[in-house]
C-alpha cells in the first residue's frame, strides 16, 4: 500500500533587516524572535536593498577579495567573516552576506564600513544561523 503524500514545510520564518536602524531582525509569523545590532555597507559600497534569500550557509568561511582575488586562509572566529556566513545576494564577482566578524567594536557603533555585507558578532550570527534554512526570505529596507 502506498504511503499518503507528504506536504513541504514551509518556514514562516523572514530575516528582515532596517539598514536605518542597523539592526536586523528574525522574525516569525510576523513577529519579532530576536534583534541584533548590525554593521551594514560603507556609502561608497552599500548594502543591497530588496527581497533575496538565503543561498548558502557556511561554517568557517574563507574570505575571498573580489579586487584581488587573493584568498584569507584564517578562518574561524578570528578569520574576517567570523565562523557562520550566511550568503543572500551575488552580483558579478560580489558576494553579499550575513557574516561574523573579528572586530565586534564595529557591532557595537552599528557603523557603516563594510562593502556590502552584514556583519553580526559572532555569538549572534551563530544564533541567526542555527534558525535559518536555505530558501529563507531576507527582506532589507531603508
Known amino acids: 500500500m502506498a504511503s499518503p503524500p507528504v506536504a513541504a514545510v514551509t518556514s514562516t520564518k523572514v530575516i528582515v533587516l532596517s539598514l536605518g536602524r542597523r539592526e536586523i531582525s528574525l522574525q516569525d509569523n510576523g513577529k ?7 554593521v551594514i555597507g560603507a556609502p561608497a559600497t552599500p548594502t543591497p536593498k530588496g527581497h533575496y534569500k538565503v543561498q548558502t550557509k557556511v561554517i568557517n568561511p574563507k574570505y575571498q577579495s573580489t579586487v584581488s582575488g587573493k584568498i584569507n586562509h584564517t578562518t574561524g572566529a ?3 567573516l567570523g565562523d ?7 552580483l558579478g ?3 553579499y552576506g550575513i557574516h561574523g566578524t ?3 567594536w564595529w557591532v557595537d557603533a552599528r557603523a557603516a564600513v563594510s562593502h ?3 556583519r553580526m558578532k559572532n555569538e549572534h550570527v551563530r544564533v541567526l544561523f542555527d534558525q535559518v534554512e536555505i530558501g529563507t526570505p531576507v ?3 531603508p
Open 32 to 38: 519579532v524572535v530576536r534583534s541584533w545590532p548590525v
Open 78 to 80: 578570528s578569520g574576517p
Open 84 to 90: 557562520r556566513w550566511i550568503g543572500f545576494h551575488s
Open 93 to 95: 564577482k560580489n558576494d
Open 102 to 104: 573579528p572586530w565586534p
Open 116 to 118: 556590502g555585507c552584514v
Open 139 to 141: 527582506v532589507i529596507k
